[in-house]
Structure formats: structure tokens, C-alpha cells
């Protein structure tokens, strides 16, 4: 049994890791400060002995003793993560140095949660981790994508200078309950406008591809790099059937068995054209694919959502 700290633990992801790592066992520390995430995602551990809250915004320093960190905390949702921009570079950055200055006085090993968008608008296609990336350094999405670069930055940085245990993940879009009802995000988007009979929204033409990874498969994910001997680069967690939001759109009229009509919106500022995941190394080195279909993860998705909206009515 370990204790581990998990930053972002009141997010989407967070949550579920919280939930996952008391289930094999562990004690695990949630620490938010409540930006994007909300009691609600772990209301249910509040009883739990083995678990603890912290409100705490990772931008200050903190000390505690812990044997691994995932470090999930910042906004990733473009909405919310251009709504202050600069406190978004300043929680990947000063938070990563804060957290990787805790594993290097505890001897914890720490996960970073990187992204697909330090990629940027990718040249390559499907995306390996050997790929540099194609990012703007001053548009509006750089806040996220160099803040997230720059923690890679650190976090091989620490390894190399003070032999602190980093593994890295990079994960694409990722979708699941306990996405925000106000996320922003594509898919918890269309569900909503859907479940409300609202017209859908797409950016540009929908032409745009993304590949979409359920919840539950990016959990076991991470948690298999965390706990892998593997530290030799950063490693992809995604699934590989890219879609293009169009087909998203439709797939989710389709299980939900209406014909919504479509709103065509701007495309905003360098929003990534293709967008694919290559995990043949995490395939290799953590013998991790997803398991769970686009249609079977939209459908607890749409449950979930429904859900929630019959709850605010
Ligand atoms: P989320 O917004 O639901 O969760 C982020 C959590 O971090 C929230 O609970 C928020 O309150 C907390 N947080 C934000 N700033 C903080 C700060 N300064 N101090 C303390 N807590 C803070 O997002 P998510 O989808 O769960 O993403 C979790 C992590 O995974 C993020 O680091 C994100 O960049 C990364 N990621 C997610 C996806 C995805 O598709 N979900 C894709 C790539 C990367
Ligand atoms: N998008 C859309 N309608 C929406 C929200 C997003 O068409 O209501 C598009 C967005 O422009 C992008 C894709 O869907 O091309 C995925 O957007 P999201 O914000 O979910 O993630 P990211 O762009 O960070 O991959």
C-alpha cells in the first residue's frame, strides 16, 4: 500500500484515478483548488479513511509526505484554460516545479499528465512520441500547449539533475462521467446540446479529426506507467480510431437515436487539423490499448449527462 498524492483529484480524470487507486488499496491525497473541478467528483470518498482533501492551488509550494504523485492539476479545456491564461502557464510550470521540489525531498516518483497539444498542429501523422511537435509560441492555445512543454521540460530536467523518478504521459483527448455540465469540450458539448434539443456546434466545417479515448481505459493507462520500469521518453495514452467531429456529431445523434441539426460556428484560432495517436509503445512497454468502443463510451457518456440534466432540473 502506498500514499499517493494526486493533484487535479476533484477533475475528470483525477477523480476516477482517486477512485481507482482506493480501490487497489492505496491512500490517496486529493488536492484541488477547486478551479475546473468540484466536490461532486469525489463526494462519495469524503467517509473514506484512506482518503484526504486538500484545497490547495498548486501554484504555492506545499510539503507532505507521499510515495507517488500524479500531477493532473490545470484546466483542459480550451475555454477554460484561455479564460486566464497566464495563470494556466503558471500552473503547469510553477506547479510541476513544485511538485517535482516535493518528489525530490520525498523520494516520490512522479507522473506527469502532458497532452497531445504539445504537438500543436502536427506535420506527422499518426502522432509518435519521437515527433518535436508543431506549436505556435504566442497564439491563444500556447498557454496550455508551452506550459505543458515546458513541464516536460522539467520534469526530464529533474531526472537527469537530481535523479528524480518522472514518467510522463501524454494523453489525448479523453472523454467520460464527471466531464463539467460547462466544460466545453466536444463531446460533453454535443451531448448536452443534444440531451437539450439545441442544435449541435461545430467548429469550422467538422472536418477536423480527433481520436477518442474512454475514461476508464485512460486510468488503467496511467496508472501502468506510473508503476512501469519504462523512463526512457514520454509515452502516448489515446485511442488510435480517429474520427473527424463531423462523424462525432453524427455518432452521437445516432446512439441517441435523433436528428439534431447542426451550427456551423468559427473555427477558432489554431485548432489542430488531424489529431491520431501512435501507441505501439505503450502497446510495448506497458501492454496497455484501450478496450472500450467509441459507441459503448458515448453511451454511458449520454447516460451520465442525462443524468445530471434530469438532477438540475
Ligand atoms: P479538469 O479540468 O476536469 O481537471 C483539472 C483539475 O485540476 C480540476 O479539478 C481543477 O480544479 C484542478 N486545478 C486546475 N488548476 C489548479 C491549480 N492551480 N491548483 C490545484 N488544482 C488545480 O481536466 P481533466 O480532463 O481531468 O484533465 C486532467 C489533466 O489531464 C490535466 O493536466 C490535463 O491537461 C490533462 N489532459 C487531459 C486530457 C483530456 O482529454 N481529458 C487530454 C490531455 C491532457
Ligand atoms: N469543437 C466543436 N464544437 C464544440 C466544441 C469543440 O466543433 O462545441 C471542436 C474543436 O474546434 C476541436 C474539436 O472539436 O476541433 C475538439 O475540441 P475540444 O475542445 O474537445 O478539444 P481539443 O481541441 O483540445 O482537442
Redesign the pocket.
Known sequence: MKRILV????????SHLCDYLLKEGHDVIC????????KD?IRHLLGNPHFELLR????QPILLETDQIY???????PI?YQYNPV?TT??SVM?VINMLGLAKRVKARLLQ?????IYGNPTVHPQREEYWGNVNTVGIRSC?DEG?RVAETLCADYHRQNGVEVRIAR?????GP???LN?G?VVSNLVLQALRGEPLTLFGDGSQTRSF?YVDD?IVGLVRLMNSDYDESPVNLGNPREITILELAEKISGIMSQSSRIEYRTLPEDDPVRRCPDISLAGRVLDWKPQVSLEDGLTKTIEYFRSKTVEAQ
Open positions: 493533484t487535479g483529484g476533484a477533475g475528470f480524470l483525477g488536492l484541488d483548488n477547486f478551479f475546473t473541478g468540484s467528483n490547495h492551488d498548486i501554484v500531477n493532473l492539476a490545470c484546466p483542459a479545456s477554460h495563470k503558471k500552473t506547479g499528465a502532458s497532452t497531445s497539444e496550455y505543458k494523453i489525448f483527448n479523453t472523454f464527471r466531464m463539467a466544460d469540450r479515448c485512460m
